[in-house]
């Protein structure tokens, strides 16, 4: 009787997740506008700056999303519109007080307080890990 208790224990903690280890890990969407709010604020993030028609920045999500389990921290994703050449020049611009080469995507940084801290562009299959490398050096893990 002891081991079939043991086992609905078990198994229930399986099924509810209990268990399992807890991630906040995200990727959230937001617009330039809320990035730029982020950074007048002096708020401290993890800032990706990706286009929908950018063949690097859908590998890139891809293989986060795929990773994102195995770490910590919430990435905040501006997508830059690029359904025209004028759209996507103001919200380069607008970016630009803020950070350099957002036009260079997928372009990530470390926003400490408002300030660019560091800051990293490109994605490679060759290196997917490079995104985590450069969590790991800025210590930017939960």
Known sequence: ???????CVFI???????CQKQNNAQIQ????ED???????????????????????EALLEYLHSTLDDH???IYNAV??????????????????YVSRPDQTPHY????N???KDGEKGFTPAQPDRFWDWIERNNLEG
């Open 1 to 7: 009787m002891k081991k079939i208790g043991i086992i």
């Open 114 to 116: 408002g300030e660019v």
């Open 72 to 74: 910590e921290v919430v």
């Open 35 to 57: 990035a730029i709010v982020k950074f007048e604020e002096k708020q401290s993030f993890v800032l990706l700056v990706t286009r929908k028609k950018c063949g690097y920045c």
């Open 80 to 97: 830059m519109d690029d359904s025209s050449v004028e759209s996507l020049q103001k919200d380069v611009d607008a970016l630009s007080k």
């Open 29 to 32: 969407e937001i617009g330039v």
């Open 109 to 112: 940084y470390y926003i400490e």
């Open 12 to 18: 229930s903690c399986l099924l509810l997740g209990g």
